[in-house]
């Protein structure tokens, strides 16, 4: 993925396939990520790239704690997935 690729949240994500994997970032006993959470984080990321809609190479970040207010690389807001999850219906704000 290229570093100048980025992306903001007002795109139109719409993946026809089931986004539970965006609530659901835990193994069972919590000492690592599903791996359907990893692929769908990198694909929605991957995704959002590809969009025109960028603010100075950074883009929105949906985690439950920046609620698409704040701006990042996409690499850190891939971290802020991990650690902090998406925030409440973002799979509808993007359908």
Same mark, same amino acid.
């Given at each position: 993925m290229n570093d100048a690729l980025c992306y903001t949240t007002d795109y139109g994500y719409s993946s026809k396939s089931n986004q539970s994997w965006m609530y659901d970032?835990?193994?069972y006993d919590r000492r690592g990520y #599903?791996? %359907?959470?990893?692929?769908g984080v990198d694909e929605f990321v @991957?995704? %959002?790239?590809?969009e025109k809609n960028? @603010?100075?190479g950074k883009i929105r970040c949906p985690c439950s704690k920046c609620k698409n207010l704040k701006f990042f690389h996409f &690499? &850190? $807001?891939k971290v802020q997935l991990y650690k902090k999850g998406f925030m409440e #219906? $973002? %799979?509808q704000t993007y359908a």
């Open positions: 970032r835990f193994m #599903k791996d %359907a959470f990893l692929k @991957s995704y %959002a790239c590809e960028l @603010s100075n &690499e &850190e $807001v #219906k $973002v %799979a």
